[in-house]
């Protein structure tokens, strides 16, 4: 009995591990935050996203803003004529 309860007890402390990242996981994607704390568990088990997002951030760090929305020389704001 007592060898029953080891082997549940470790399968239990496994699966809140793994449950436990997944739900890391999840709360950062939902963010967009945490490269630092999932990019390298990223980088050992899927490579290809890793190198994906990676090309992502880049983008944005090039895209330009949108202008606000009062501002006069925004396109089709002009008066029509």
Known sequence: MAELL??????GVLAAILGS?????ARVRRRGVGDNVMGP???I???AAHRF???IQVY???T???PP???PRRRGDEPAG
């Open 60 to 62: 944005e760090e090039r």
């Open 21 to 25: 990242l997944a739900w890391l996981a």
């Open 53 to 55: 997002r990676a090309e």
């Open 45 to 47: 088990w899927h490579p």
């Open 41 to 43: 568990f990223e980088e």
């Open 6 to 11: 080891a082997i549940v007890l470790v399968v």
């Open 64 to 66: 330009v803003p949108l």
């Open 69 to 71: 929305v009062q501002d």
